[in-house]
């Protein structure tokens, strides 16, 4: 049984998966369309391998991504115990058999087929109710579910009350076997047991035309239960491993011409290509670091993902890829100390020269200062420029920034002057219309409360 099940499994991840890619110990099974659903991105493992190489496997694999997940099939303690020292995730699933019959039956008359398009606004109800939920992650998770439905033949129901979806699941089946997959119930329809009545129906649905009916589970949560009571048993375990990102890689700053958010691992390299083909005359230096002199691709790679690890709200920095047509064309910094007494940031940032004189500069500091003042609550903003950078210190004026003060810097060991500039709430008015992606969970992260 357990033989058939994984024979089912592979063949429906293999013909959902848009790419493949073999690996000595993994093959990595890609949809880039939906790159952030992490089920449809991953390496599968068919057979246990050192946790260690695994996640080297999936470091070169997934660096476009902003997680890392390794699905091994056959669960190992040994390979779990492995991920979990390098702070990654270990997610048990149970498969779960039909085997027996259920330990009673429920009223299954509200419980109907239903094409996909009528569980569209159900499943997104179930998906803003999680913390992680909004409207661009629900339209990704129903086309991953599009995928699925290419890959094997999928028919999904649902049990309705006073007329509405309140409960709904699927059901995957070729070759005598299928699996009972998406069970949820709405919030504002739990206690009812519609959870039970959708799966009971479902399985006998199911029951009709294949000789294997199973499921998964999460090894430590309540439906396991529910599914022993109808007559599951565990035949199989699987491991989820996996590495999340930071919460900020949600965050997202668009405008007329850019998009603003943080950048995967093979994103970063692509800045610190634009940073190595010129930022600035080579001869002069108009920054108060002179970081250009000595950058390479590690460095900037470097640079970026320890600003993220070091994260906190009481002393943040973040560091935003600026995207134009979607490809990297510089980046644009904001930062604060104590943000959440304070109510003060300050920003930097840089263009690749090919980019320069566009008023994409302006477009991008736009950006990050409309989620200051409108996002984050912040009073004041600083920024400032040394002599040599006429540039930056025309951003500041033409988005109202006032001269507060100067000092001496020396980046290449010359005293030169340093203009520092100051913007206060009230005298900011964006020049471009800025779109704030995913702020709200993020609210505190930036002591912003």
Same mark, same amino acid.
């Given at each position: ?249 949600? =965050?997202?700053? $668009?405008?007329?011409?850019?998009? @603003?958010?943080?950048?995967? #691992? +093979?994103?970063?390299?692509? %800045? !610190? ?77 840089? =263009?690749?020269? $090919?980019?320069?004189?566009?008023? @994409?500069?302006?477009?991008? #500091? +736009?950006?990050?200062?409309? %989620? !200051? ?77």
């Amino acid at each position: 049984m357990i033989d058939r099940i994984h024979a089912f499994r592979a063949a429906l991840q293999d013909a959902a998966a848009e790419r493949r890619i073999a690996a000595r110990h993994a093959e990595g099974l890609f949809s880039p369309s939906v790159r952030e659903v992490y089920d449809l991105n991953y390496l599968r493992a068919e057979q246990p391998a050192p946790a260690s190489e695994l996640i080297a496997e999936a470091d070169r694999l997934m660096e476009d991504y902003f997680h890392r997940r390794v699905v091994v099939e056959r669960a190992d303690e040994v390979v779990a115990a492995g991920f979990r020292v390098q702070r990654w995730t270990v997610t048990p699933h149970l498969v779960m058999a039909h085997v027996r019959p259920p330990d009673r039956r429920v009223d299954t008359r509200s419980v109907r087929e239903v094409p996909f398009t009528d569980l569209v606004a159900a499943r997104r109800e179930v998906t803003l109710a999680e913390p992680w939920g909004n409207d661009e992650i629900a339209a990704l998770l129903d086309d991953a579910k599009r995928l699925i439905m290419r890959a094997v033949p999928t028919r999904f129901y649902a049990a309705s009350v006073g007329g509405e979806i309140a409960a709904y699941c699927e059901v995957r089946a070729r070759d005598g076997v299928a699996q009972i997959e998406d069970v949820n119930t709405l919030g504002r329809f739990r206690g009812r047991g519609l959870g039970r009545a959708v799966v009971q129906h479902a399985l006998g649905e199911a029951r009709r035309s294949n000789d294997i009916v199973y499921l998964e589970a999460l090894a430590d949560d309540w439906p396991r239960d529910l599914y022993v009571r109808l007559g599951f048993d565990v035949v199989g375990e699987r491991h989820f491993n996996t590495l999340f990102p930071s919460p900020l890689t949600r =965050l997202r700053l $668009r405008t007329p011409r850019l998009e @603003l958010r943080l950048g995967t #691992r +093979a994103e970063l390299r692509a %800045l !610190a290509q634009v940073a190595l083909s010129g930022i600035h005359d080579p001869a002069e230096m108009p920054f108060e670091l002179p970081w250009t002199d000595t950058v390479t691709e590690q460095s900037v790679v470097d640079y970026h993902e320890q600003a993220v690890r070091d994260f906190d709200p009481e002393d943040w920095q973040l560091n935003l890829l600026a995207f134009h047509r979607g490809r990297v064309i510089g980046t644009q910094g904001i930062g604060a100390e104590s943000f959440a007494e304070r109510r003060t940031v300050a920003t930097g940032s840089w =263009l690749g020269r $090919r980019w320069q004189g566009r008023g @994409l500069g302006t477009e991008m #500091r +736009a950006a990050v200062l409309q %989620l !200051a003042f409108a996002g984050l609550g912040a009073d004041v903003a600083r920024s400032g420029a040394i002599d040599g950078n006429p540039q930056s210190l025309g951003v500041s004026r033409k988005l109202g920034y006032e001269v507060v003060g100067s000092h001496t810097v020396s980046p290449r060991g010359v005293a030169v002057e340093h203009t520092d500039v100051e913007l206060r709430r009230e005298g900011f008015r964006s020049p471009v219309p800025v779109e704030i992606i995913a702020l709200e969970p993020l609210l505190p992260s930036f002591g912003a409360a």
